[in-house]
């Protein structure tokens, strides 16, 4: 059966009231949370972008959810100090938190003043931080040398049981590759069609474990604030690769997506005032095979959104 979450969106609410939100979450039905771990948001009009590994010790320490993290190793962050941070997590909470871990966006990592490598060098180093990850969780003394330097690293803290570590994709190629270390699959809405595709070609390439999906989403009592809310916080939010790995700053999002069209946010935004319209759609991804949905309402004010999703939508997709 399908279960029901809340993303928590760092880059756009700041992180106590991220932590209240969360908290209200699960009091009005949902089931779990995910978040990604950002330096910098996608835009100024965002404006926030909280260190998510702290935020992560208190929001599992206050709720009874499960958690996942979007995390990028490798650049910004050394595998090792990636593994240390799993596993304490891991160790404080056993069997409620899981990462993903993918090969970045240079709006975050660019901080280091290090060159921003090729997508295929990026996918190598990814695949070297997974290796080392895993090895360390296991409790292994870790040495590499390749993309990433380790030199003896051993984790003190081993957690029983270990994370998964799950693989976020958003091509068809991408879902293929994660399935070859991957416990488990995490995506974003797209069309039916296209994640169907996605489905399929991680389960070919014989990967295993969950699949998740993070909808992005905005609901409000009438329709033309659902997409006054949709463009005004998500238009620099449309742009696939190469744009959205390689620009780096927020200032530049806002600049290329000056004149995106709502019409443009609708394609990757499911917008819509019609609650019976939104339980269609999460209906239809369910569908598909996913079994963790994640849901996030692109909105800076998620009260309304989460009484109403907790109350007319959640409950009848757990029924059904």
């Given at each position: 059966?399908?279960?029901?979450?809340?993303?928590?969106?760092?880059?756009?609410?700041?992180?106590?009231?991220?932590?209240?939100?969360?908290?209200?979450?699960?009091?009005?039905?949902?089931?779990?949370?995910?978040?990604?771990?950002?330096?910098?948001?996608?835009?100024?009009?965002?404006?926030?972008?909280?260190?998510?590994?702290?935020?992560?010790?208190a929001a599992?320490?206050t709720t009874?959810?499960?958690?996942?993290?979007?995390?990028?190793?490798?650049?910004?962050?050394?595998?090792?100090?990636?593994?240390?941070?799993?596993?304490?997590?891991?160790?404080?909470?056993?069997?409620?938190?899981?990462?993903?871990?993918?090969?970045?966006?240079?709006?975050?990592?660019?901080?280091?003043?290090?060159?921003?490598?090729?997508?295929?060098?990026?996918?190598?180093?990814?695949?070297?931080?997974?290796?080392?990850?895993?090895?360390?969780?296991?409790?292994?003394?870790?040495?590499?040398?390749?993309?990433?330097?380790?030199?003896?690293?051993?984790?003190?803290?081993?957690?029983?049981?270990?994370?998964?570590?799950?693989?976020?994709?958003?091509?068809?190629?991408?879902?293929?590759?994660?399935?070859?270390?991957?416990?488990?699959?995490?995506?974003?809405?797209?069309?039916?069609?296209?994640?169907?595709?996605?489905?399929?070609?991680?389960?070919?390439?014989?990967?295993?474990?969950?699949?998740?999906?993070?909808?992005?989403?905005?609901?409000?009592?009438?329709?033309?604030?659902?997409?006054?809310?949709?463009?005004?916080?998500?238009?620099?939010?449309?742009?696939?690769?190469?744009?959205?790995?390689?620009?780096?700053?927020a200032e530049?999002?806002?600049?290329?997506?000056?004149?995106?069209?709502?019409?443009?946010?609708?394609?990757?935004?499911?917008?819509?005032?019609?609650?019976?319209?939104?339980?269609?759609?999460?209906?239809?991804?369910?569908?598909?095979?996913?079994?963790?949905?994640?849901?996030?309402?692109?909105?800076?004010?998620?009260?309304?959104?989460?009484?109403?999703?907790?109350?007319?939508?959640?409950?009848?997709?757990?029924?059904?």
């Amino acid at each position: 059966m399908t279960r029901y979450g809340f993303h928590a969106s760092h880059e756009q609410i700041a992180p106590r009231q991220l932590l209240t939100d969360v908290q209200h979450a699960e009091q009005a039905g949902f089931e779990m949370a995910m978040c990604s771990d950002h330096f910098s948001p996608w835009s100024r009009r965002q404006g926030h972008s909280a260190f998510a590994w702290s935020w992560l010790g208190a929001a599992l320490a206050t709720t009874d959810l499960t958690f996942g993290a979007v995390n990028a190793p490798g650049q910004r962050y050394h595998p090792a100090v990636v593994a240390q941070a799993v596993a304490t997590l891991g160790s404080m909470f056993p069997g409620r938190f899981w990462v993903a871990l993918g090969s970045g966006e240079a709006s975050n990592e660019h901080i280091t003043g290090d060159g921003w490598p090729r997508k295929e060098v990026r996918t190598r180093r990814l695949e070297e931080c997974v290796d080392v990850i895993r090895r360390l969780l296991d409790g292994e003394e870790v040495s590499h040398d390749g993309l990433v330097t380790v030199d003896r690293a051993r984790l003190w803290e081993v957690p029983e049981p270990r994370p998964r570590l799950v693989g976020p994709a958003v091509s068809l190629g991408s879902a293929s590759r994660v399935a070859a270390w991957s416990e488990g699959m995490v995506t974003v809405n797209q069309p039916t069609d296209q994640l169907r595709r996605m489905v399929a070609a991680h389960r070919e390439a014989g990967g295993k474990g969950p699949l998740a999906l993070q909808v992005h989403l905005s609901w409000a009592p009438t329709e033309s604030e659902a997409e006054q809310v949709a463009h005004e916080q998500w238009r620099s939010n449309v742009f696939g690769a190469p744009v959205s790995w390689d620009l780096e700053t927020a200032e530049a999002f806002d600049t290329v997506s000056a004149d995106v069209t709502v019409e443009k946010v609708r394609s990757v935004v499911d917008v819509s005032a019609d609650l019976g319209w939104h339980r269609e759609r999460l209906a239809a991804y369910a569908d598909l095979g996913f079994d963790e949905i994640y849901l996030h309402h692109v909105g800076q004010s998620q009260e309304r959104f989460i009484d109403a999703f907790g109350e007319h939508v959640i409950p009848q997709l757990k029924g059904a």
